[in-house]
């Protein structure tokens, strides 16, 4: 039984007010006892949060009747629990980290192509398909025959533009987990001399959920206590390596050493044999955690508390949940 919906969305939209919003918004959060992580920016709202299904239901309902996101799209998924430990809800430049500021999806970004038309698409000869993801991302998992990246970050991409050149001439689809990095990266490359740039329309997730993942090979990395997902139950493919004996695996988990707590794919062998660290050197760190077979060890909350450094106006506190800028 899955009680918990986990629900991936972002909407590109004008805030006037980032941090009145946020502020009023995560105490919506906290009376629905959701957990997760959103950004706000005045360039929209950006999030991945867990909950009961009926209060998830109740957080897309709110969202959908305020102006400013009445076009927000969710990807939804059932859990069994809660996604996450804590409620995060922070002020940032961006919704999505790219340090070009000036790029408005609203303004300018590549086409819109469903499920279906994608792969349709994709099969024509003068088609690149461009993963924007970083490499630790694309590593275990990514479309058959797509094009990735050398980038540890989103940040990065402007830095690739020289080595895209050479498609310029071609038909290129951008596509990453939820659908926001591409619709940035895709107006960067329109900017850019670009001229038939299309996208993905709801990322990885969507595509799994609406096609079965067709086409898709190995697992997709998420932003969340699951780590990594199945998206893929038309034609499945592992396609990555354990991180210590190399043998196909997309077992995903986080080194046991918390001072490195790397995410990698690590086989059952390699994890018993070195006690679910990633290399020899972790398994020998003093502070090493004891091992778990399920390679997930979650982080101490070092006291948090959701209310810490908040304050409410109880009075107005029902106008302040949507804010005065966008009914």
């Not at 998830?56 to 927000?72: A, E, G």
């Not at 980038?151 to 050149?165: G, I, S």
């Not at 990395?221 to 034609?235: C, G, M, P």
């Given at each position: 039984m899955h009680p918990y919906s986990i629900i991936l969305y972002y909407c590109y939209t004008r805030i006037e007010d980032p941090n009145k919003f946020r502020e009023?918004?995560?105490?919506?959060?906290?009376?629905?006892?959701?957990?997760?992580?959103?950004?706000?920016?005045?360039?929209?709202l950006?999030?991945?949060?867990?909950?009961?299904?009926?209060?998830?239901?109740?957080?897309?309902?709110?969202?959908?009747?305020?102006?400013?996101?009445?076009?927000?799209?969710?990807?939804v998924d059932l859990s069994p629990v809660h996604a996450f430990l804590k409620l995060n809800v922070r002020v940032k430049p961006e919704i999505v980290n790219l340090g070009l500021p000036h790029i408005d999806?609203?303004?300018?970004?590549?086409?819109?192509?469903?499920?279906?038309?994608?792969?349709?698409m994709?099969?024509?000869?003068?088609?690149?398909?461009?993963?924007?993801?970083?490499?630790y991302e694309h590593?275990?998992?990514?479309?058959?025959?797509?094009?990735?990246?050398?980038?540890?970050?989103?940040?990065?991409?402007?830095?690739?533009?020289?080595?895209?050149?050479e498609l310029k001439d071609k038909k290129i689809i951008t596509y990453c987990t939820g659908g926001i990095k591409c619709e940035k990266a895709s107006a960067f490359l329109l900017e850019n001399g670009f001229r038939n740039v299309y996208q993905l329309h709801g990322g990885i997730i969507k595509h799994g959920l609406e096609?079965?993942?067709?086409?898709?090979?190995?697992?997709?990395?998420?932003?969340?206590?699951?780590?990594?997902?199945?998206?893929?139950?038309?034609?499945?493919?592992?396609?990555?390596?354990?991180?210590i004996c190399h043998t196909d695996c997309d077992r995903m988990v986080n080194c046991a050493n918390p001072t490195c707590n790397l995410h990698v794919p690590l086989c059952h062998k390699c994890a018993k044999e070195y006690h679910g660290a990633c290399s020899k050197e972790c398994k020998e760190s003093p502070q090493k955690r004891p091992f778990k077979h399920s390679g997930y060890y979650q982080r101490d909350l070092n006291g948090y508390n959701p209310y810490r450094g908040i304050r409410r106006d109880n009075n107005n506190y029902e106008g302040r949940i949507t804010g005065d800028e966008g009914s």
């Open positions: 009023a918004h995560h105490f919506f959060c906290l009376e629905l006892n959701l957990r997760g992580r959103i950004i706000v920016a005045s360039e929209g950006n999030g991945t949060v867990s909950g009961l299904a009926a209060d998830c239901q109740r957080y897309m309902d709110h969202l959908k009747s305020d102006n400013r996101f009445t076009h927000i799209e969710f990807k999806p609203n303004q300018q970004t590549g086409a819109y192509l469903e499920s279906t038309e994608f792969l349709e994709r099969e024509q000869e003068d088609v690149v398909v461009l993963d924007v993801r970083s490499n590593r275990l998992g990514k479309f058959k025959d797509a094009k990735t990246l050398d980038m540890e970050n989103f940040r990065e991409f402007p830095e690739k533009l020289a080595e895209l050149q096609a079965g993942g067709e086409d898709f090979e190995g697992k997709c990395y998420v932003f969340d206590n699951r780590v990594a997902v199945d998206v893929n139950r038309v034609n499945p493919k592992v396609i990555s390596k354990c991180h």
